[in-house]
């Protein structure tokens, strides 16, 4: 019960599900397991399957990606961040890989659920899009420079 509330909590601080109503939030839930994580733990990989998106709880991850065998580090990510939108939203493989920096948590929400939620909540796919597409364009910036 204490890993439902505290999961609850994050949920509603989250500035991307804010805009859900309390049964959107209960739709969410429904579907999350908190994932715990160590300093140095791969969580996902980029070119793997997407099959979930995340939010952190505590603890903090980095997001890294390869070119031309180097690796590029594109964001530090803290409680109440997301990743894994980006394959949740275009069905395509992980775009990047995200390591654990310090031991931690996250909500880890499947995308069959996160798919039903965005079909119900139209406003949240939206911003999550324009998320995506903000997050591609610094991508693109921090690979060409």
């Not at 659920?113 to 911003?127: D, F, G, T």
Request: aromatic fraction near 6%; hydrophobic fraction near 40%; avoid cysteine.
């Amino acid at each position: 019960m204490a890993h439902e509330s505290l999961t609850q909590e994050t949920i509603e601080k989250s500035f991307l599900f804010k805009s859900l109503d309390p049964k959107g939030r209960e739709m969410l839930l429904q579907a999350s397991t908190l994932v715990k994580f160590q300093n140095g733990d791969v969580i996902v990989r980029e070119g793997d399957p997407g099959d979930a998106f995340y939010l952190i709880k505590t603890g903090e991850v980095q997001v890294t990606t390869q070119k031309g065998g180097k690796e590029i580090v594109l964001a530090n990510l803290a409680p109440g961040a997301f990743f894994g939108e980006v394959s949740i939203i275009t069905g395509e493989p992980r775009t990047a890989t995200v390591s654990a920096i310090t031991d931690g948590e996250a909500v880890r929400f499947d995308k069959a659920q996160v798919s039903k939620v965005l079909k119900a909540y139209p406003r949240v796919a939206e911003i999550l899009k324009k998320i995506v597409a903000r997050r591609t364009e610094d991508t693109i910036k921090k690979i060409s420079e």
